[in-house]
């Protein structure tokens, strides 16, 4: 009886064991891909990132200057030709560091909303707006800045392909089909 039952529980601790996912789960945010300022690709496949968001997955995008580094949710993401990815951040309240002696601050501008558009060729652009004023304050300039993208992945992602959502017929259509 004790035999028996010793054997049971090892079955059922195998069992268990076999249930359990690894430490390599694919649900969480996950960064995809990373491209430098001239679109080449440092890390991952764009496809991929196509893929996340014809899917709807949430997307972040992160980017640096000179001293520091800036992470933010994609609002409005747009696939061009089923080949670019870009993303548009939220528009925020426009920040600025400021190092004063031995001390660091980071405060608001006071008037000034901001946004960005990143976009995995490497093209960026963003402008700032004067909101008592409702006028542009600065920026709208075309830059190339590295940029990488973070997809949320679901605990529950299932295997739907992630078919295009541009008309069949549109330029690069045929292409995107015989790549199957």
């Excluded at 010793?6 to 249930?19: Q, R």
């Excluded at 764009?46 to 992160?62: F, Q």
């Excluded at 405060?107 to 490497?122: A, D, L, M, V």
């Amino acid at each position: 009886m004790k035999t028996k039952n010793l054997f049971l529980s090892i079955l059922a601790l195998l069992f268990l064991s076999a249930c359990q996912t690894s430490g390599s789960s694919t649900s969480g945010w996950q960064k995809v891909f990373q491209n430098d300022a001239s679109g080449n690709t440092l890390f991952g496949d764009k496809s991929t990132l196509i893929d996340a968001v014809r899917l709807g997955y949430p997307v972040r995008i992160g980017w640096g200057s000179s001293r520091v580094e800036h992470v933010a949710d994609a609002d409005f993401l747009t696939i061009f030709e089923g080949t670019e990815v870009f993303a548009q951040i939220r528009t925020i309240v426009g920040q600025a560091p400021r190092i004063d002696g031995d001390s660091l601050k980071i405060r608001f501008r006071t008037q000034n909303h901001w946004t960005k558009i990143s976009g995995t060729n490497g093209y960026s652009t963003g402008f700032m707006t004067n909101y008592f004023q409702d006028s542009i304050v600065g920026g709208n300039v075309d830059r190339y800045t590295a940029t990488t993208w973070y997809v949320l992945y679901p605990s529950n992602a299932s295997d739907i392909e992630a078919r295009p959502l541009w008309r069949e017929g549109a330029p690069n259509w045929e292409q995107w089909e015989n790549r199957k």
